[in-house]
């Protein structure tokens, strides 16, 4: 490649080698303004990405072919050349842009297309504003859990029978459309067993309870995808992160289908036929529902952090990163990183048996702590009923997970277990070297630990208000999101290529 040095009116263009003003000269070209050698040069150039009124010999470059003499004239390029040494070498003086053409021949910008395909330039980190909008949609996934709890404590989740992705964003206006929503709620279990000769208002409440909580994901579907297409389009994340921005947006759409087909499961006209039976979803289902939104609220915490870290690193904004990064590569760091990874999963197993608890109603039962009636635990008849086994020996398993007294069990001792474990590591990360970071981080998962106990106890004895319960849900994501938190400050810091 060789550099195009201009200079000024009625001077001359000379072809130099790119890097040396004044030595390896390979050949000169000289051309007059206005000369057929001048005009001809000009046609060949490509200056329409420069956006100052002027250029200097710096500011372009075009590739040498032996074609340039066919193409200017040979009798013209001699002409230039002979002249060439009355040049003024390493000239910086800058010919005004209005002397160039602005537009390349369709040549030169196939030329250049195909030189920009060749050798494309990859991002190496996602957009900050990516991070920070990831970090946006995980509150929303907060605010959308928190919102469901309250659904499923006013049992409002099942007011609404019909799926309507689209039509059903509307909330009724007139009385004719609530009347009609209200004789469709009618013909279901729920109304028929549990909501028995509720009034149009009542029904009007708990309806919108459920329409909220659908729009709200509605919202969030729009809030994801649209921005996500955006930066796609734009470049602005890497391929790695594309890879994880598409997966995170099936687990949306996978999301919304499960919440569909746990609200199915509570619809099913058996419930209003069997006399045991009582309307309500499937824990199993529910649990799945609350399990695919902990995963998304991690997933998108997560990658919002590593954006950030990551551009942080890029603009030196983190203060001496390569101590930190000797120092987060530590056996005793490293080792205790993997007991943050065990609490967490124990949080998440932890949360995911309080949502069986929720789907069960079991903790409508045993309303006192630390007993739970005349003993810590009821006696081994209740909790591994052949009840739950509906005849068949083998499936005695199903007391695990559809039995309240044991549900209830598991999950206290769940969350005791959980408690021990959140304190140990509090006291172990005390005495290590952590980053402020971690270290505020430990804190508060410890505090949020301990908070978390004392609102399911006030929770379960006070026969489930729902102010406690829903704040016992809400504290469950914000011990979650601690323990990811405090994960993700002790990761390595990556080297990223420039």
Not at 156 to 179: F, H, M, Y
Not at 476 to 496: D, N, Q, W
């Amino acid at each position: 490649m060789r550099s195009l040095h201009f200079l000024p009116a009625g001077a001359a263009l000379r072809f130099m080698p790119s890097g040396s003003m004044g030595s390896g000269l390979c050949s000169r070209m000289m051309a007059q303004r206005g000369s057929p050698l001048h005009s001809a040069l000009l046609r060949h150039l490509s200056i329409s990405s420069l956006a100052r009124d002027s250029l200097t010999y710096k500011k372009a470059s075009i590739a040498w072919s032996p074609r340039v003499p066919a193409l200017i004239g040979r009798t013209n390029f001699l002409a230039a050349s002979e002249v060439a040494s009355t040049a003024r070498r390493n000239s910086k003086y800058a010919i005004p842009l209005l002397t160039f053409r602005r537009h390349a021949s369709s040549a030169s910008t196939a030329a250049a297309a195909a030189a920009t395909k060749e050798n494309p330039q990859r991002r190496t980190v996602d957009a900050p504003i990516v991070g920070y909008w990831s970090l946006f949609c995980a509150s929303m996934v907060f605010g959308i859990v928190v919102w469901g709890g309250l659904t499923r404590l006013t049992e409002s989740g099942l007011s609404i029978v019909e799926w309507a992705p689209i039509t059903g964003a509307r909330l009724p206006t007139s009385d004719a459309q609530w009347e009609s929503e209200f004789e469709k709620y009618k013909q279901f279990p729920e109304y028929q067993k549990v909501h028995i000769g509720i009034t149009l208002d009542d029904f009007k409440r708990i309806y919108f309870m459920e329409w909220f909580h659908r729009n709200i994901g509605r919202l969030f579907g729009v809030v994801y995808l649209v921005p996500m297409t955006y930066f796609l389009s734009k470049g602005l994340v890497t391929r790695a992160g594309k890879a994880k921005l598409t997966g995170l947006g099936l687990l949306l759409l996978g999301q919304g289908a499960m919440g569909w087909y746990m609200v199915s499961s509570g619809l099913e006209k058996e419930l209003a036929e069997r006399p045991d039976a009582v309307p309500r979803v499937s824990q199993y289902r529910l649990a799945s529902h609350l399990s695919l939104a902990y995963l998304l609220y991690a997933g998108l915490s997560l990658y919002g952090w590593n954006v950030i870290r990551a551009n942080r690193l890029v603009r030196n904004k983190i203060a001496n990163p390569d101590s930190l990064r000797t120092m987060l590569v530590k056996p005793s760091i490293v080792s205790f990183r993997r007991k943050i990874v065990a609490a967490t999963l124990l949080v998440g197993t932890t949360c995911l048996s309080g949502a069986l608890v929720a789907g069960l109603d079991a903790g409508l039962i045993y309303n006192e702590f630390p007993t739970m009636g005349h003993g810590i635990t009821p006696p081994l008849s209740e909790l591994w009923n052949s009840f739950y086994a509906r005849g068949d020996p083998s499936a005695m398993w199903r007391n695990l997970t559809e039995n309240p007294s044991t549900v209830q069990l598991e999950h206290r001792a769940l969350a005791m277990t959980t408690l021990l474990v959140v304190s140990a590591l509090w006291l172990h990360g005390r005495r290590l070297p952590l980053p402020r970071s971690a270290r505020f981080a430990l804190h508060l998962m410890n505090t949020l630990a301990w908070l978390q106990v004392v609102l399911g106890i006030s929770t379960l004895v006070e026969f489930v208000p729902i102010a406690n319960a829903s704040a016992h849900q809400a504290n469950s994501v914000l011990l979650l999101a601690s323990a990811l938190r405090l994960f993700h400050s002790l990761r390595p810091l990556p080297r990223i290529p420039l």
